[in-house]
């Protein structure tokens, strides 16, 4: 069975084409990464490709130009649609897009499962963007394996462990998430770099709730690296408003590079 894209045609475009020309767009535009980049982990944004897009890019140019590249992407969200503790894996085998299908790490999934780590549910995946947009992205870079994992309120130490069991050689961990939203420009740029700050020194206990929208998954990730003696560096920490939408509400865009 395979999981139906929900938003092709609003947060990147429908046509096979149209979406290849617009992601190796953005990727081009990107600054190249330092060489031999092999990093671990990445936050990144989930908003429309309109607006979030130069923003992401920074991420997947690495990922496209690293020195090994990776085999699977394992990818955390949030659930924005259906309420959800904890963490939800899916058990569709595959899902669409406009660039052609995506593996699932069944196994993986199933490893979850079996340990009480997450529940299998498409429920939640099945509306979701924040997962979603990523994979014509991960397409791009030639990543062809995911294993989705919607993360809802819950223990740090959970999605920690959680990401204990399937992280590792050939595999990056994407943390999917905006940050503060609706502010006008001044206030969301003071919040946004209070959360750098905070995903700078690994510090997830000073991610708060108005945040970022994927905040229980960046606190699990937070606390997974931290143990690992990681170095974090900013990629990129832009608006809305960089993009063109209006200054008095606007969304925060983050990218981060973790390398252990």
Do not use: N
Request: proline share 10%; glycine share 8%.
């Amino acid at each position: 069975m395979t999981r139906p894209a929900a938003v092709a045609g609003t947060f990147y475009p429908a046509d096979r084409d149209e979406l290849a020309t617009l992601i190796d767009t953005l990727l081009d535009g990107a600054p190249a990464p330092p060489p031999a980049t092999t990093a671990a982990a990445y936050v990144v944004p989930h908003a429309g490709y309109r607006w979030s897009g130069p923003t992401a890019a920074h991420v997947y140019r690495e990922l496209r130009d690293r020195a090994e590249p990776c085999e699977r992407a394992v990818v955390l969200g949030p659930a924005h649609h259906v309420p959800l503790r904890g963490a939800a894996v899916p058990t569709t085998k595959a899902w669409a897009s406009p660039l052609g299908p995506i593996d699932i790490d069944l196994d993986g999934a199933q490893l979850l499962v079996d340990r009480g780590l997450a529940v299998a549910d498409d429920g939640p995946h099945a509306p979701e963007h924040s997962i979603e947009v990523q994979v014509p992205l991960l397409l791009a870079v030639h990543i062809r394996k995911m294993l989705p994992i919607l993360v809802g309120p819950g223990d740090p130490a959970a999605t920690a462990t959680l990401l204990d069991a399937v992280a590792g050689p050939g595999t990056v961990v994407l943390c999917s998430t905006d940050l503060s939203h609706y502010l006008d420009e001044a206030q969301a740029r003071r919040r946004d770099a209070a959360t750098a700050a905070a995903i700078g020194e690994l510090a997830p206990e000073r991610i708060g709730d108005g945040d970022a929208c994927g905040r229980h998954a960046l606190r699990g990730l937070l606390a997974w690296a931290r143990h690992r003696a990681p170095r974090v560096e900013r990629l990129a920490l832009d608006t809305s408003a960089d993009t063109g939408g209006p200054k008095d509400r606007v969304v925060g865009y983050p990218a981060f590079r973790i390398s252990l």
